[in-house]
């Protein structure tokens, strides 16, 4: 078994005989977070990172070019949920990072909160991300990403109104965009381009888009940038 | 001059248009006084660090603050002393708060990066647990089982209540007769077993003159078995339960009126607090009730009838659980579907106000409701003219098993006009 770097700082393959597998370094030895498998090569603990269980890892199997969140990053991460893909960027950003992880559904919350209990980088947030000016007691300092999974119909009104509120520019965005949850009728293809074009009006520069199949059906994550005053 | 007001887990600063603090009151680092301020002010309630800024900022002669949040604008707006204005997308506020981390350090608020996360760290940890520990605490739940238990309570002072009435029957058979009240009925047992059996004890447990004499006589005039004092200590403890049981329904009825005046409290001022808890219940939560239809509101609690009438074509109900209201039960049954659909109509509006605005629209709704019920009194002083059978003539029999059925939905119909 050996371990590689990937483009990507914090981010790394896990090779196991002829099977190839990312992994972050775990900031917190030996700890499985969703029962993932851990490995422990010279000094350091590696946490895989499934593609099936997490967007973010699905997104750069499939080919990601650019990876904002990096060491030392502040994120903003919008539909936290019990923490899955939190665990990692948590891995990633390291101690001198951080992840704002907003989470709306207080049962989700309950694992997220225990994560963070373990994880001094993690800070969570039971909230509603549509109601940004709700946390912002708590969220001071600058955003360096917003990440937002929030499969909901108003997701781009949603990462929006965050971005306005907490970044400025040269900031990044990344999103989950589900086309289930905005219009079953359409054309998934259409839907992406509306939502993508939303956001392009509102004043964001896409970078790149991502299909996320065959990992999730219906999704792609799509990577903007700030690049006009809001 | 126009300041801006930024809450934050650290403290409550106040800044000018060029981001330099002008005032500022310092919660770092007490981490409970940083989770208390925090959460009141989002629910919109005065806290005194706010309290003793907003004072600073009056006597300062600041015109107004700018917030970004309107549960701030609220709590703010609540103490009266300087006028506010939200603003959610104040560049000024948010220039400040992204570079407030910083500006921590610097006028040595906090000693280091370091303490600035940790300290944030924890105190968003105890929000978070707080928030999910309320949201478990979800209050429409407590309302349904406060008033499920009440409904308990009551099946249970029954069951005990006619045990305690056919037993005692065999002593003294009159008084069941005599007392018709449950928790009543188990006092006068208890008296008796303190020996007192005259007027004057039971005008002391509350009974009026006329019948405390009637109770009083037919002890000495009754026939039955003699009673002796070792039959009467089951007796005695059997009635302490129900008392205890009567008591304990009070206060439950108490506690339920009380959550039911925040959790829904356009229903309650439309149909009381307890037949607005029973709707609750019933339809699994506010937000379940919220989503029915109001005629399926209006036969609420009447299930059975409503499957009966499906499968054997009987008259559907015309009301379910909202027949407990006054203005329903001591109507004339002619009126009553009526009355019954305006209830249902008004519930149904109340309960979408409830679980999603809160706004306060209990009294409209009420008045339009006894408005309407006024109406239908006018408007249909006289019972219907009976229905004409079948044997009256021959063109109405060969149409009555269709119409028979048609007929009765029929009755319900021409109000809709
Ligand atoms: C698809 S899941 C996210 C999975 C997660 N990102 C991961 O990869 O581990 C979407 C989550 O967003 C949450 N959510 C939806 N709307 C929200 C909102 N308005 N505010 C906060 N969270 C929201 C849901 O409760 C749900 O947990």
Known sequence: MSVLPTSFGGVFKIKDKDRESLATRSLVKNQSVYGEKVFDIEDYSYRLWSTRRSKLAAAIKKGLHELPIQLGSHVLYLGAASGTTVSHISDIVGEEGVVYAVEFSPISARDLVFLAESRSNIIPIVDDARRPTNYTSIVTGSIDVVYQDVAQPDQARILFDNIRTFCSLGAWAMIAIKARSIDSVSETRQVFDREVGSLQESGLDVIERVNLTPYERDHEMVLLRVTEDL | ?417
């Open chain 2, 1 to 417: 001059m126009q300041v801006h007001l930024v809450p934050t887990i650290f403290g409550i600063f106040i800044h000018d248009n060029k981001g330099e603090i002008i005032l500022h009151h310092v919660i770092y680092p007490d981490v409970s006084l940083a989770v208390t301020v925090t959460s009141k002010i989002m629910e919109g309630h005065i806290v005194t660090p706010l309290q003793d800024l907003l004072k600073q900022a009056q006597s300062e002669g600041f015109e107004s603050v700018i917030v970004e949040n309107q549960h701030v604008a609220r709590a703010i707006e609540e103490l009266g002393t300087v006028a506010v204005v939200i603003d959610e997308q104040s560049r000024d506020i948010k220039m400040f708060r992204s570079m407030l981390d910083d500006i921590l350090v610097r006028e040595k608020i906090v000693e280091d990066r370091t303490r600035v996360s940790t300290f944030r760290h924890d105190v968003a940890l105890r929000i978070a647990r707080s928030r999910i520990s309320e949201a478990s605490k979800s209050p429409d739940l407590l309302v349904k089982h406060a008033i499920d238990a009440i409904g308990e309570i009551d099946k249970n002072i029954n069951i005990l209540s006619m045990r305690l009435r056919e037993w005692f029957s065999i002593f003294r058979p009159s008084l069941t007769r005599l007392v018709e009240d449950h928790n009543q009925f188990a006092q006068v047992i208890k008296t008796i077993n303190k020996g007192g059996t005259t007027k004057e004890d039971l005008l002391k447990i509350g009974f009026a003159d006329m019948i405390a004499e009637k109770i009083s006589t037919s002890f000495e005039t009754d026939m039955g078995a003699p009673l002796t004092g070792e039959d009467l200590i089951p007796l005695t403890q059997l009635a302490d339960m129900v008392n205890n049981l009567v008591e304990t329904r009070q206060r439950m009825e108490e506690y339920v009126s009380r959550l039911m005046q925040t959790v829904a409290p356009n229903i309650t001022a439309l149909v009381g607090p307890l037949v607005g808890a029973r709707l609750i219940s019933m339809a699994g939560s506010l937000l379940d009730l919220s989503r029915k239809t109001s005629s399926t509101i209006q036969v609420l609690g009447a299930e059975k009838a409503l499957f009966r009438s499906l499968k054997t074509g009987t008259a559907p109900p015309k009301h379910g659980l909202i027949f407990q209201v006054p203005e329903l039960y001591s109507a004339p049954y002619w009126q009553r579907g009526k009355i019954a659909r305006a209830l249902a109509g008004k519930i149904s509006i109340a309960a979408k106000i409830d679980a999603f605005s809160g706004r306060d629209a209990g009294q409209m709704l009420r008045d339009a409701f006894e408005k309407r019920v006024k109406e239908i009194r006018t408007q249909n002083p006289n019972p219907p003219p009976p229905k004409p059978t079948a044997s009256i003539q021959g063109r109405q029999g060969r149409q009555r098993s269709g119409r028979s059925r048609r007929g009765k939905y029929g009755r319900r119909r021409p109000s809709k006009r």
